[in-house]
């Protein structure tokens, strides 16, 4: 079956640093990819997204890159900040039903 | 715009009562519903996919008769989870479709005694 993974469980930065997480995928039929960020006690918050017809994608202080070749995206986040602290998902979205499938989180701490 | 709220935000009950949870999209209309659990530093976990106005296509492993699903209209989805128990406890999230694009409510934390 599918699945969205991430490399690391945890990631501690100091604040101002920059932020690198991880996400591989399974299936190479995927062609659609959201980062969620999800702090405590709360839901998932739509960070940016990608589609497979473009390798990078940047938003405000953040920027996807996805690799097809070897299924692997990632979420770099620039000067990070203590507000950044929260739980990181990256999701794929399937064509059919639309519903997002998740990968298992990385926890981002900044450190001040 | 596309705001979600869900009802209640925690709430803690006994074993063996049911608990219904409402998701309620404020600002849009959803024909299409998702519910996710999340257990403790867990990813989200899908439930089920609901459309207005018919039954809900539950995901495998995930018990139809124990966690009831009703979108009864396009801004209102309820989940009741029946004779709860203590392994029912969990963090639960609605995510309405909008034109292709999920939102999700803030969350309803379910501790079962």
Redesign the interface.
Known sequence: GESVGLHLPTLSVQEGDNSIINCAYSNSASDYFIWYKQES??????IIDIRSNMDKRQGQRVTVLLNKTVKHLSLQIAATQPGDSAVY?CAE?GTN?????????T?LTVKP | GAV?SQHPSRVICKSGTSVKIECRSLDFQAT?M?WYRQFP??????MA?SNEGSKATYEQGVEKDKFLINHASLTLSTLTVTSAHPEDSSFY?C?P?LR????????T?LLVL
């Not at chain 1, 039903?97 to 989180?105: E, H, I, L, N, R």
């Not at chain 2, 530093?41 to 899908?46: E, G, H």
């Open positions: 006690g709360k839901g998932p918050q739509f998902f979205k039903a639309g519903k997002s499938t998740f990968g298992d989180g926890t | 979600v299409t998702f530093k867990k990813s989200l976990m899908l996919t999230i995510s479709l292709e694009t999920q939102y999700f409510g803030p969350g934390r």
